[in-house]
């Protein structure tokens, strides 16, 4: 028999009491996971959104649409190319990539594709004003910046977006989509006509399930030779910072670019992100709500089952208990409400969360084991803390309680 | 001599009244004694037996037990000193009850960190010396009182203690079961253990060596038994 022993017979001598504030801290603990976990789900949602749709700016010729754009309608206007130096040079913050493009249905063997004009990462580079990042092909995040990262989306952080940034690109190759490809049998290092001229295939796309799989791309300047525009572009991809975007970016190149149209293609998700946002102030509000019953909880089963046990506390002093051995008593029995209602709870909350989840924020939603770690934090401090008081009144019970006759 | 009390008073506080539950008393015993302590409820029996037992700090005056001076000791000390030489049986036996007979008797050996194996045999040794052996594994509340007692009289000497202080170990008990816990005592005494007993009843205290008498907290007088039994006033 050891300390151990004797905290687990008491403990389970009163099961119901020990059944209620368990309950407390277990409620407590799955409210926080399975919030939190809902959360962080919608959040990843958001960025795969955002990951998917490529760049959240788009600026487009005035009378274009969204639809044009994806449909690479030339006919809903142009824009000049030096709108990109513009925009560089402007000092305005908060863009982290700029890729110009221009696009054009294209016949080839009776089917209909789109070739893209881009510019590769070397010409990017090879301009004065461009300091880091990457010219993304899709116009995905590459690395956002710094400030990115402190707001409320997690771009970056641990999800890697697709690298599929074109370094280098000549002017007689193209890059395929996956889909036109095959449409057109056609493999790295094989040969394509495109409007009398001959290009080589430098290398075939993965699929990306999106309307990239059925593009060729090819050299901006190219491109615009092909089609005889000149000096003309169709779009501007921007990868803006998502604080800069609500804190008026969007203006900002609208002033700058009179003849274009700026739309942020986030404005789809960002009722998404505003629900974000209120879930999590929801949470803390309503974790502090939890930390408060459930501590209130705790510290009432613990104070009370002090007072019960007044009389054995003071006869295991009498038989030579010191106070260290009764702290422990009661410490060591929180630590075990603790841990129990932190990986209890943790395991709940996370099962409502992934099972509720869908019907809630319509997102699949995957555990975070990472919360784990918080879930016993919370728990355990929670039990602790609420022990502290009582179990320090107890240790200095006077033994001479065991001399009443109650 | 092995236990004694040099001019102790204790006072209890409350709501800033302050009662003199002993006043300035001076007690000495020898090795092997067997001591009765009387006198009317409320006269500081439970109080003295406290203080002597190193539980209940004096405001002024010593106890000394084998020559140390208890309440110059720090209280985690003094818990050390009381584990490993004094034992206490009590009125209403304070048995834990979650735990069974031999998990109760195994308690202060488990304060010592005695290995499981160890307090099992001696558990079972003891439950058996006080005739509990097939009683072990009973919680207190499927016992009766005598034999609670007894478990209990068997964990007070889970750490052969020299010193065995009681507070009223018949008093809740029927004549009979009474008289069987002041036999086990009466053995105790015989092995040699200096035993100090706080009692109403008279024929407990008729088997004491030495009887005082406590009235107001103070010793009223000092008997031996066998010359003069001591009066009880009908209470
Ligand atoms: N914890 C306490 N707080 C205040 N007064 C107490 C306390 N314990 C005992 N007393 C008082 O001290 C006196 C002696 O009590 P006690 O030693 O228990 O007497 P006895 O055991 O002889 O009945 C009584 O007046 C009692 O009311
Ligand atoms: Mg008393």
Redesign the interface.
Known sequence: ???LF?IR??MF??KQQLLTSFLTILLGITAIVSINTITHSSQTAVKQELERLGANVLILPRDATVQSYYAADLESGELPESYVNQLSNSGIHGMDNLSPKLSASMNIQGQSFILTGILPKNEMRSKVFWQGGGTNLFGATEQPSQECLTVDLPLGGSAKPKQRIIDDLEKDQVFIGNEAASILNLSQGSTLELKGQTFTVASVLPSSGTVDDTRIFAHLHKVQELLNKPGTINVIEVVGCCQKIFEGLVPKINALLPLAKVMTIGHVVKTQIRTNQMMEKTSWAFISLIILVGGSGIANYMYSNVNERK??I????????????ILKLFFIKALFLGLAGGVGGYITGTALAVFLGPYIANIPVTPLPSLMGLALLISVGIALLATFLPARRAAKV???I??K?? | MILSMIDATVEYRLNNQSVKALDDVTLAMESGEFLAVVGPSGSGKSTLLQALGGMLSPISGEVFIDGTSLYDLSCDKRAEFRRLRLGFVFQTFNLIGYLTAQQNVQVPMMLNGDSTDDQLKRSEYLLEKVGLADRMLHKPAELSSGQQQRVALARTLANDPHIIFADEPTGALDPETGLQVMSFLNDLNQEGRTIVMVTHDPKAAAMASRCIRLVNGKIESLNQTQANPVKFPAE
């Open positions: 028999m050891n300390l004797t017979k008491e001598e009163r009389k054995e003071g006869t295991l002093m009498a038989l030579g208990a010191g106070s260290g051995f006077d033994p001479c065991a001399f006759e109650i």
